[in-house]
């Protein structure tokens, strides 16, 4: 279903579930309020990298990922990393991913730490529930992102 703002000025594809984070954000923040308000609450499906600059988790986290985790995450049942759109993009320029711990993490943060100690980009495909929220910057109001993902099976390596 394509749905249109009055006077068909901007249009997105309802239906449409699989997005590159180069169509969604840019450095970290909403490229199309439209879009984003067409798919908050959604479940869809990104393809990024990870911002090895923030990996977030608690104590286990924190002992996969060693020189590489940056800190407790907000919540203690949920472990955190961040998604870039380009492999190249500078750390903090990317948006949120929110997983739920599960025994499956273990091998998941592994392979990011490893991609990350050898200088290696991580491509994932991500799968979660778009959110969206008010993210004010000194100059105009932005839109921030994150997505909500229930299992670690929702993150899934590139080959």
């Not at 068909?8 to 969604?24: I, M, N, P, Q, V």
């Not at 907000?74 to 955190?80: C, I, K, Q, S, V």
């Not at 392979?111 to 100690?117: K, L, M, T, V």
């Not at 929220?133 to 839109?143: D, E, G, I, S």
């Amino acid at each position: 279903m394509l749905i249109c703002l009055a006077g068909g000025t901007a249009c997105y594809d309802k239906s449409r579930t699989d997005f590159a984070a180069t169509e969604l954000t840019r450095r970290g923040f909403v490229r199309d309020q439209v879009r984003a308000r067409g798919l908050e609450g959604h479940t869809i499906r990104v393809s990024g990298f990870v911002d090895h600059a923030n990996l977030y988790g608690d104590r286990g986290a924190r002992e996969i990922l060693g020189d590489w985790w940056s800190g407790e995450d907000n919540d203690p049942a949920t472990w955190r990393f961040n998604l870039k759109a380009h492999p190249n993009d500078e750390a903090g320029h990317s948006f949120a991913v929110h997983v739920r711990n599960d025994p499956d993490r273990r091998a998941l943060l592994s392979a990011i730490a490893e991609d990350a100690r050898v200088g290696r980009a991580t491509k994932v495909y991500v799968t979660g529930t778009l959110r969206t929220f008010a993210a004010p910057t000194n100059a105009v109001m932005q839109t921030g992102i994150y997505l909500e993902v229930k299992t670690s099976s929702g993150v899934e390596l590139a080959p």
